[in-house]
């Protein structure tokens, strides 16, 4: 796997061509990152042409998904490149999954520099929307949605390691003996620095991995014509060529491969997903994404339940970084900060399209990337333990801050890219998303067979080709095959703030041993704080109990502000309102990702604990892949952790 720890970021410095124009050289293989003579010209004649794509691509049919793997994701150039033929000859409804290594990843003010070369009026949106999302570098897989049809997979990392995770996840799910068949790479790019200056690019046993992981009739295709990369592909099963090379390059390579196997396509399916919490809606925005036909069911209306507070809290619950890759809390976080900040771009494009008059204000954003301090709480380690844990990562992610604003806490933390979700306006995009429709309804019962599966609600029965049960804490009663999870009631307060004064709030969200933060809901300002944390109670009934308990955390982290909270509610004690929702909570405190038991068809999303905001993108998207027998964004370490099967959950909770 990746060592998190051995990531390094790409040195590189900048000369000037024949032409005036600046290039990025490496300094570790002393070796351009594009042709001098065009580097948009070579990669369509290299890797478009030379892997045939301009065809591949016209006549792919509806719904297809088409795979490209890369070795040496460099600038980009070619990911570009490739989006661009994509948009001219792919039909609206074929996918686009490209896969791309990088041990030494530039850094994002690098690529801008690099990628600046080739905007015009066609290449500046497909950069703008690479560069808005160019994750931090941290070594894994990072999966960016460029457009609804083009998902790329940047693992940062050895290129050896990296295809070997997604084929050694990839055979732990073929073994299943319920899986369906798993999607290969269709193309591949060769784009390492020159062979005699990065060897590693070109090894045998790459080469040998290049050939389990690809599709019948795979194409392959690379600047170089070296002997040993020519004789290393034949030797791994590939047919190659020599081909005319670009530009003063004699020669260039191309290859394909003959495997006894039928490709695998999936075809849009009818889908139920039982539950319209936060799992419930991102699993229908990740399979919808694919083409399949969505209906959500819920007896109440999207966004309620455990998922309706008036704002959640998003912030990461990080470990080492020598582990983050393996750590759900940490890649789901750096997933969901992309789909939220996307989400908020959606919602820009609906006001637009639905034309606010000047009496109607906007929706407010999905995500208010306000940052958040965090006191790094609970923890049984002590302060430089904690403060050790978070030195390596990325300053963007997390550093240390000094703790004069907040003596109670031995350690302090910011968060950059943490905030608040707004609940209200994730409601707004589902209930106006035309690719899923919603049902308010109660479900009683799912049967499933090799077929498809039946949803029976209290108004009838209906067909679908598989289901997904996302229905917290009440999942367990659609099937007989789920864990039951336990159930952690959690009470959130909130107050208007007629009383406070503005000043004397933080700044930022607070995490301590629960959090707080400050919110606006139609002009009217607010403070929440909670939540609380009772074992087995499924009671949504507010507590004045549990307001005081909520009132107790917060005078402890923040002991000036909660007087002055405590002041306004003996002023008006009746100002102070709340929410209750049930969380569902493994003995390992990972979700359930997955088939249910040995019932084919049937799938599940569910025991988040409270973690669901942060959890439930990355893994809705895990779950539509393994639907649709796509490649996954995470390794087989992760996967093991989500399987709904695995040993952990046998026993029974209270036997654990």
């Known amino acids: 796997m990746p060592n998190s720890q051995h990531l390094q970021a790409a040195s590189i410095h900048w000369q000037t061509d024949a032409q005036g124009h600046t290039v990025p050289v490496s300094d570790v293989f002393d070796d351009v990152y594009f042709s001098q003579a065009g580097g948009l010209a070579e990669t369509h004649y290299v890797f478009l042409q030379g892997n045939h794509l301009p065809d591949r691509f016209g006549t792919l049919h509806d719904h297809q998904r088409f795979v490209i793997a890369e070795t040496g994701f460099g600038t980009g150039l070619n990911f570009l490149a490739t989006c661009l033929l994509w948009a001219d000859t792919a039909p609206p409804s074929a996918r686009l999954h490209f896969i791309s290594t990088e041990k030494f990843p530039l850094s994002i003010a690098d690529l801008c520099t690099a990628l600046g070369a080739w905007r015009d009026e066609r290449t500046t949106p497909w950069i703008d929307a690479l560069l808005e999302q160019y994750p931090l570098l941290m070594a894994g897989c990072h999966r960016l949605h460029i457009s609804e049809t083009i998902t790329l997979?940047?693992?940062?990392?050895?290129?050896?390691?990296?295809?070997?995770?997604?084929?050694?996840?990839?055979?732990?799910?073929?073994?299943?003996?319920?899986?369906?068949?798993?999607?290969?790479?269709?193309?591949?790019?060769?784009?390492?620095?020159?062979?005699?200056?990065?060897?590693?690019?070109?090894?045998?046993?790459?080469?040998?991995?290049?050939?389990?992981?690809?599709?019948?009739?795979?194409?392959?295709?690379?600047?170089?014509?070296?002997?040993?990369?020519?004789?290393?592909?034949?030797?791994?099963?590939?047919?190659?060529?020599?081909?005319?090379?670009?530009?003063?390059?004699?020669?260039?390579?191309?290859?394909?491969?003959?495997?006894?196997?039928?490709?695998h396509t999936a075809q849009p399916k009818s889908v139920a997903i039982i539950g319209a919490g936060i799992s419930g809606v991102?699993?229908?925005?990740?399979?919808?994404?694919?083409?399949?036909?969505?209906?959500?069911?819920?007896?109440?209306?999207?966004?309620?339940?455990?998922?309706?507070?008036?704002?959640?809290?998003?912030?990461?619950?990080?470990?080492?970084?020598?582990?983050?890759?393996?750590?759900?809390?940490?890649?789901?976080?750096?997933?969901?900060?992309?789909?939220?900040?996307?989400?908020?771009?959606?919602?820009?494009?609906?006001?637009?399209?639905?034309?606010?008059?000047?009496?109607?204000?906007?929706?407010?954003?999905?995500?208010?990337?306000?940052?958040?301090?965090?006191?790094?709480?609970?923890?049984?380690?002590?302060?430089?333990?904690?403060?050790?844990?978070?030195?390596?990562?990325?300053?963007?992610?997390?550093?240390?801050?000094?703790?004069?604003?907040?003596?109670?806490?031995?350690?302090?933390?910011?968060?950059?890219?943490?905030?608040?979700?707004?609940?209200?306006?994730?409601?707004?995009?589902?209930?106006?998303?035309?690719?899923?429709?919603?049902?308010?309804?109660?479900?009683?019962?799912?049967?499933?067979?090799?077929?498809?599966?039946?949803?029976?609600?209290?108004?009838?029965?209906?067909?679908?080709?598989?289901?997904?049960?996302?229905?917290?804490?009440?999942?367990?009663?659609?099937?007989?095959?789920?864990?039951?999870?336990?159930?952690?009631?959690?009470?959130?307060?909130?107050?208007?703030?007629?009383?406070?004064?503005?000043?004397?709030?933080?700044?930022?969200?607070?995490?301590?041993?629960?959090?707080?933060?400050?919110?606006?809901?139609?002009?009217?300002?607010?403070?929440?704080?909670?939540?609380?944390?009772?074992?087995?109670?499924?009671?949504?009934?507010?507590?004045?109990?549990?307001h005081k308990f909520n009132q107790d955390k917060l005078n402890l982290a923040l002991p000036t502000l909660g007087k002055q909270i405590t002041q306004a509610l003996d002023d008006k004690p009746n100002k102070l309102d709340g929410k209750v929702g049930i969380r569902a909570q493994t003995p390992d405190y990972h979700p359930l990702v997955g088939q249910v038991g040995n019932k084919p068809n049937l799938y599940t999303l569910y025991g988040m604990g409270s973690k669901g905001f942060s959890f439930a993108p990355l893994c809705a998207e895990i779950l539509a892949d393994v639907i649709d027998g796509g490649i996954l964004p995470i390794d087989k370490t992760l996967l093991d952790k989500l399987n709904p099967n695995r040993p952990r959950l046998q026993t029974p909770l209270s036997d654990v």
Request: aromatic share 10%; proline share 3%; charged share 20%.
């Open 153 to 263: 997979d940047l693992w940062f990392g050895d290129a050896y390691e990296s295809f070997g995770s997604i084929l050694a996840t990839s055979t732990a799910r073929l073994a299943d003996a319920h899986a369906d068949a798993i999607q290969k790479v269709d193309a591949w790019f060769l784009d390492g620095f020159a062979p005699s200056k990065n060897s590693e690019l070109w090894s045998d046993e790459l080469f040998a991995l290049m050939a389990q992981l690809s599709a019948n009739h795979a194409t392959v295709a690379t600047f170089t014509a070296a002997g040993f990369v020519r004789r290393g592909l034949m030797g791994a099963g590939f047919i190659t060529k020599k081909i005319k090379g670009f530009g003063h390059k004699r020669e260039m390579l191309t290859a394909h491969i003959d495997k006894p196997t039928t490709n």
């Open 282 to 546: 991102m699993s229908a925005i990740a399979l919808s994404r694919r083409g399949h036909r969505v209906t959500v069911f819920d007896k109440h209306a999207p966004m309620s339940g455990a998922s309706g507070n008036p704002r959640a809290l998003l912030a990461p619950k990080l470990t080492l970084l020598n582990q983050a890759m393996h750590h759900l809390p940490t890649v789901s976080f750096l997933y969901a900060y992309r789909q939220y900040s996307a989400m908020n771009i959606k919602l820009d494009k609906f006001d637009k399209l639905i034309k606010l008059d000047k009496d109607t204000q906007a929706h407010p954003a999905v995500f208010e990337m306000t940052g958040v301090v965090d006191f790094l709480l609970p923890s049984q380690k002590s302060a430089e333990k904690r403060a050790e844990q978070i030195a390596d990562y990325p300053h963007a992610l997390i550093h240390r801050i000094d703790n004069d604003a907040y003596p109670t806490a031995d350690i302090t933390s910011f968060v950059p890219m943490g905030g608040l979700i707004n609940t209200a306006s994730i409601r707004t995009l589902i209930e106006h998303d035309d690719k899923i429709s919603f049902c308010q309804t109660t479900i009683e019962r799912i049967t499933a067979d090799a077929d498809g599966v039946t949803v029976m609600a209290q108004d009838g029965q209906t067909r679908f080709d598989a289901a997904v049960i996302c229905a917290g804490f009440e999942s367990e009663c659609l099937s007989d095959a789920l864990f039951v999870c336990r159930k952690i009631r959690g009470q959130l307060s909130w107050l208007e703030l007629d009383h406070i004064a503005d000043a004397s709030l933080p700044s930022h969200p607070v995490k301590y041993d629960g959090y707080c933060a400050s919110f606006c809901d139609d002009g009217v300002s607010k403070f929440l704080f909670g939540a609380s944390f009772v074992r087995n109670s499924t009671d949504t009934t507010i507590s004045d109990d549990e």
